[in-house]
């Protein structure tokens, strides 16, 4: 139940299209999905985070959709760029944010071709 | 405004030695958490420190040990270090909502 499933597990897209990821979550008491990119040799690095009261937030290219009656979440990268080209993480966290412990997915390889 | 800084950035160590590995957390952050990351898996939580006391710790075995110093920087120490124990070894701080890791240190246990 503390599990968090991320998909795909890896995604190649066209310089200028849409990338996304996909995660599902069982427990119901999480309240904080963040997401994360990783470089080659770097730690997370958090790109935006969404809490279950609001369906959607958007900063710049990057995009949460959140269906909480599904129990899943979803990553939008829109004019996918190859500096995009990382690994990408969704999480997932109780008590609102991540001064609790982050229960991460297994992470999703994008590459973006020129 | 230094980030989060983990030292040192890699390590090889032998099989039932033991580690040190330190973090200093980003300016003013008072939490410091602890994950290994292993090979192409997502980052999975091994401790939480803050006021100095481990508040959350998470499926890990007791030879994982840590200490947070008045300061806010902190320790992550493992002993009868195994093989399966490489993996990159990633400090967050966090003040109230976000956390900031580190590059982490790369451990390799041969």
């Known amino acids: 139940q503390q599990q968090v499933k991320q998909s795909p597990q890896s995604l190649i897209v066209q310089k200028g299209g849409i990338s996304i990821i996909n995660c599902a979550y069982e427990n119901t008491a999480f309240d904080y999905f963040p997401w994360y990119q990783q470089f080659p040799g770097k730690g997370p690095a958090l790109l935006i985070a969404?809490?279950?009261?609001?369906s959607e937030k958007k900063e710049g290219r990057f995009t949460i959709s959140f269906n909480k009656s599904a129990k899943q979440f979803s990553l939008h990268i829109m004019d996918s760029q190859p500096g995009d080209s990382a690994t990408y993480f969704c999480?997932?966290?109780?008590?609102?944010?991540?001064?609790?412990?982050?229960?991460f997915g297994t992470g999703t390889l994008l590459a973006v071709q020129p | 405004d230094a980030g989060v800084t983990q030292s040192p950035t890699h390590l090889i160590k032998t099989r039932g030695q033991q580690v040190t590995l330190r973090c200093s957390p980003k300016?003013?952050?008072?939490?410091v958490s602890w994950y290994q990351q292993a090979l192409g898996q997502g980052p999975q939580f091994i401790f939480q420190?803050?006021?100095?006391?481990?508040?959350q710790r998470g499926n890990f075995p007791d030879r994982f040990s840590g200490h947070q110093f008045p300061n806010y920087s902190s320790e992550l120490n493992v002993n009868a270090l195994l093989l399966g124990d490489s993996a990159l070894y990633l400090c967050?701080?966090?003040?109230?909502?976000?956390?900031?890791f580190g590059q982490g240190t790369r451990l390799t246990v041969v």
């Open positions: 300016s003013g952050h008072d939490t």
């Open positions: 420190y803050y006021e100095e006391e481990e508040r």
């Open positions: 999480a997932a966290a109780l008590g609102g944010g991540a001064t609790n412990k982050l229960i």
């Open positions: 967050a701080s966090s003040l109230f909502t976000e956390a900031f």
């Open positions: 969404i809490r279950p009261d609001v």
